[in-house]
């Protein structure tokens, strides 16, 4: 899996509606209703709907501006932090 970043074509910086607009504009291109039984578009709309929940969250995406997708995996090298009050 890429750069969350990458995948909606956005910068580090951008603000909540530039990544709202760039997660539309990709969701458009890859949706499977546009694109029946191309399973790469699928996989494409999958991640895109992925970055987009983790970078409109803010406290997801500082999470994941500092630990990456290790932030988000199970047993990221992170055991039992998450749930750390």
């Not at 969250?57 to 501006?65: C, I, V």
């Not at 990221?76 to 932090?81: L, P």
């Amino acid at each position: 899996m890429g750069d969350f970043y990458d995948t909606l074509g956005i910068s580090k910086n951008a603000d909540a509606k530039e990544i709202k607009s760039a997660y539309r504009k990709v969701a458009m291109k890859y949706h499977p209703d546009k694109n029946p039984g191309d399973s790469a578009a699928e996989e494409k709309f999958k991640e895109a709907a992925e970055a987009y929940s983790i970078l409109s969250d803010d406290q997801k995406r500082a999470q994941y501006d500092q630990f990456g997708h290790a932030a988000f995996n199970q047993g990221g090298g992170r055991a039992g932090f998450h749930n750390m009050d």
